[in-house]
């Protein structure tokens, strides 16, 4: 049996398409799940998109190009975009990065209703 | 000065499948484990691993499947050394490929970051490579001293 290291589940919040992140973000799970969130984003249209990082269990620099990739499909389609709940070492990756300068990061309760995917 | 002394070391060979990423910190966390790091330590040094051996599976080979060799060696002081080696395609310019943000792969959603991930969380890196002639990139951290059991 496969045993999935990472998933996306998605929910949807006041028209909002929330993305969370469940697992490990390297290079090989990141294609994946940027395959998903791109796929379900020109589906679904949403009023904006949110990438829900609570969950994420490790992330090297791969989940920085996930974000940033994530910012420019949004923006492409005029949609806000944003990312919420970073663990304590995500949120050092991101500092290293300077992404607080260039991404959103909100910190807090966002989610209602889930639909699990797994990747 | 007292001579710090090798304790314990592990070697292990993996084709460049991205799925081994994973399998490349699974190892090194595993066995770094025995000098009981911190919790933050064993992330920084899983990440370290993950940006080097994305790099090799990446960049070294492009478009082909070759061996990335990962060395750890532990040492009684409570240093780490871990070595990641590939024999792919090299790089050009070592200093400019370590400069933050900079990618030679901009499709493919990389953030440039992999290097400078790699100096805030180790305690010295050092890149050797060439064209043509693999890169070879090793990385070093002292864990901090365990808590005086009472």
Redesign the interface.
């Known amino acids: 049996m496969k045993r999935d290291i990472c998933k996306v589940k998605f929910g949807t919040d006041e028209e909002r398409l929330i993305a969370t992140i469940a697992g490990e973000v390297d290079h090989h799970n990141a294609r994946k799940i940027r395959a998903e969130i791109d796929g379900k984003m020109m589906r679904t249209r949403p009023a904006a998109l949110v990438l829900d990082l609570s969950e994420v269990t490790f992330m090297d620099s791969s989940g920085l190009g996930l974000i940033l990739g994530r910012l420019s499909k949004a923006s492409d389609l005029c949609i806000p975009f944003s990312v919420s709940n970073p663990t304590a070492a995500v949120q050092k990756i991101l500092d290293l990065a300077g992404m607080e300068r260039i991404v959103k990061i909100t910190r807090g309760k966002i989610c209602d209703k889930r639909e699990e995917k797994a990747v | 000065m007292k001579k710090r002394n090798r304790i314990n070391e592990i070697k292990v060979t993996l084709p460049s499948y991205?799925?081994n990423?994973?399998a490349a910190?699974a190892v090194v966390s595993a066995f770094t484990a025995q000098l009981n790091p911190t919790f933050?330590e064993l992330?920084d040094i899983?990440?370290a691993v993950?940006?080097a051996v994305?790099n090799s599976?990446?960049h070294g080979y492009r478009d082909m499947i070759g061996p990335v060799l990962i060395g750890v060696k532990l040492y009684d002081d409570r240093s780490v050394r871990i070595e990641v080696k590939d024999k792919g395609r090299g790089i050009e310019d070592v200093e400019v490929a370590m400069q933050?943000l900079f990618t030679t792969d901009p499709d493919?959603?990389?953030?440039?970051?992999?290097f400078?991930?790699i100096e805030?969380f180790m305690d010295t890196l050092n890149v050797i490579s060439a064209p043509g002639k693999g890169t070879r990139v090793v990385m070093k951290k002292k864990l901090s001293a365990l808590p005086v059991s009472r």
Request: charged letters at 30%; one cysteine or more.
């Open positions: 991205s799925v990423e994973a910190r933050d992330s899983k990440c993950s940006e994305t599976i990446v933050p493919g959603e990389r953030s440039g970051m992999g400078t991930l805030n």
